[in-house]
């Protein structure tokens, strides 16, 4: 019995000498950040007698990291055949992404100062936090670079998604980036690149990581003018200037050689003027200051008017022939209708343009007219009167002071009478012959002319 045990025990020695070269077994299970997990390492050889001292020792990156804080260790002897024992040491500890890429070392020390250690690496398998790095803030047209890392083992895959703004669904276009870099670039950026982008980053095919990010793209579209710019007079003027852009512009109203500000806004600014005069038709500027780029946009408020028909718009008939002056300021010009002639098929119209101010004047052979109305319209209104109608004698008025419209009036009343007898003429021709000409009438030409005081225009014969 002695003998065995012995023997025994001399069989442990000589297996621990020789074991110089025999290492102790350390089993390492996989391990995961925040999972406690037991590491094992059996002494070689089997023994009897006195245990081996077994120990840990742990050696950080950090050069005064020496141990695994929160460590225990447990010894277990386990008896194999009789006699013959296999001694283990269990470490548990709680690994964390700090462990990783460290070693642990187990030494297995028998009597008489015999030692034996074996070192391993600890690989544990963690994630950390998403980081996104790159400017969020962006100019329209400039390039936007976003990289999103995470540091893990084993090497996360990661990719980029833009949230569609309408749901929180991740939108259908998934950036297909380089899954291993995490950098996400979109060149030429437009404003509606602007929203929330995910990253994820996908460990071990099950672990999901996220972070979001908003991005912001600086832009401004060109000032768009809205409200009529052809007003009437006494009416209101209203125009809205906006300017689509971000972050918002300040819009200001100006008009045109005039630096006073009219009316401002955070990205719009409706200008409004309430009772329209003549002084306020022009140029208007609007403004959009926008970071330090400045947008204009110009427009010319026009201003429709027509006065009354004036007085001095008169009729004077002298012998057969009434002539009828009608007289109107406006913006357009006004166009005159003379009602009158609708019974006429000789006349003549002779138009004269000073300024706004339009002056028709009708000559025509009296049928006994009683009141003549004259109609003068322009895009604002109409405006029409009655004239009065006065008799003149034939050669006492005709004074050298009246100037040249009693010798035009003399002169066309004498050409409508020469054409009348000429008329009867013809349709004494005309009556010896089969049929009548119909078309066989005089007109007089209608002008109007833009500077020019008055314009006689000679009849002519179609
Ligand atoms: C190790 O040193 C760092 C600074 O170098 C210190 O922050 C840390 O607390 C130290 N750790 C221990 C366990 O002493
Ligand atoms: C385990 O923790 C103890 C202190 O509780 C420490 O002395 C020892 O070095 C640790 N072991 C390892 C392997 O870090
Ligand atoms: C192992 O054997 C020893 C005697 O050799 C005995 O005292 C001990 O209880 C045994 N242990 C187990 C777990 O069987
Ligand atoms: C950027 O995008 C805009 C609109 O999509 C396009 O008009 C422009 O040509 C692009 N510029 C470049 C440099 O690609
Ligand atoms: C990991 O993902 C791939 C593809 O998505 C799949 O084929 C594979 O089965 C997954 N592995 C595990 C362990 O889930
Ligand atoms: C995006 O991130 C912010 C803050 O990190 C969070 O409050 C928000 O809920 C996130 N949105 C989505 C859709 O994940
Ligand atoms: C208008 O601008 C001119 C120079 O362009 C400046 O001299 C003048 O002081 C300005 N007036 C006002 C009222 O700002
Ligand atoms: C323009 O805006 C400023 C404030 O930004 C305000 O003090 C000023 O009165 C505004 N001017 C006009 C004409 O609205
Ligand atoms: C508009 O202005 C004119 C001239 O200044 C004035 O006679 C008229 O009463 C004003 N009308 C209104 C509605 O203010
Ligand atoms: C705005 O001005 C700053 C400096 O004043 C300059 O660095 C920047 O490029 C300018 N931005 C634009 C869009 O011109
Ligand atoms: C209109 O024109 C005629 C000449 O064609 C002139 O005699 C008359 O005085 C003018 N009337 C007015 C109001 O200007
Ligand atoms: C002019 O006289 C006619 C007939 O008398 C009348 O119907 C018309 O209303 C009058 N027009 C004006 C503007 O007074």
């Not at 409508?416 to 049929?435: A, E, F, H, M, P």
């Amino acid at each position: 019995m002695f003998l065995l045990l012995w023997t025994a025990v001399l069989l442990c020695e000589i297996s621990a000498d020789t074991g110089l070269s025999q290492k102790p077994t350390v089993v390492i299970p996989p391990l995961t950040a925040g999972q406690q997990s037991t590491l094992t390492c059996t002494a070689p050889g089997l023994c009897s007698g006195s245990a081996p001292d077994i120990t840990w020792s742990w050696r950080g990156k950090r050069n005064n990291d020496s141990y695994i804080t929160g460590n225990t260790t447990e010894f277990k002897t386990e008896n194999v055949t009789a006699g013959t024992q296999r001694h283990t040491s269990a470490l548990t500890f709680n690994p964390l992404a700090e462990h990783h890429s460290t070693s642990v070392t187990c030494k297995v020390s028998f009597r008489g100062d015999i030692t034996t250690e074996e070192t391993q690496t600890v690989n544990v398998s963690y994630v950390k936090e998403v980081q996104i790095t790159g400017s969020r803030k962006v100019t329209e047209g400039e390039t936007l670079s976003l990289n999103c890392s995470v540091e893990s083992f084993p090497p996360s895959l990661i990719t980029w998604a833009k949230m569609s703004e309408s749901d929180l669904q991740e939108d259908t276009d998934t950036f297909t980036q380089d899954q291993r870099t995490g950098a996400l670039s979109i060149y030429n950026v437009t404003a509606e690149d602007s929203g929330q982008y995910v990253c994820t980053a996908t460990h071990l095919n099950k672990t999901h990581k996220m972070r979001n990010v908003t991005v912001t793209v600086i832009y401004i579209r060109k000032p768009q003018i809205s409200g009529s710019t052809a007003v009437n007079e006494g009416d209101v003027l209203s125009l809205t200037c906006s300017a689509e852009s971000f972050p918002p512009s300040v819009i200001t109203w100006t008009k045109l050689s005039s630096n006073t500000t009219l009316n401002n806004g955070t990205g719009s600014a409706t200008l409004v003027i309430p009772n329209v005069t003549a002084e306020h038709s022009g140029q208007y500027i609007c403004t959009a200051n926008h970071l330090n780029t400045t947008l204009t946009e110009r427009v010319t408020v026009t201003l429709t008017w027509i006065t009354e028909i004036q007085t001095g718009s008169v009729c004077e008939l002298q012998s057969d022939v009434l002539t009828c002056w009608c007289v109107s300021e406006g913006f357009p010009l006004p166009t005159f209708k003379w009602p009158l002639l609708e019974d006429h098929t000789q006349y003549s119209v002779v138009t004269s343009v000073s300024k706004q101010t339009v002056n028709s004047t009708v000559t025509v052979r009296n049928h006994g007219n009683t009141a003549v109305e004259c109609v003068a319209s322009n895009e604002n209104r109409e405006v029409k009167a009655n004239l009065t109608i006065q008799t003149k004698l034939p050669e006492a008025d005709a004074g050298p002071q009246r100037g040249v419209l009693p010798w035009i009036v003399a002169g066309v009343s004498l050409t409508v009478n020469v054409l009348c007898i000429i008329c009867i003429w013809s349709l004494w021709n005309t009556r010896k012959k089969v049929k009548p000409n119909q078309e066989d009438r005089v007109y007089m030409s209608i002008q109007k002319a833009e500077t020019s005081e008055y314009e006689v225009i000679t009849p002519y014969q179609t």
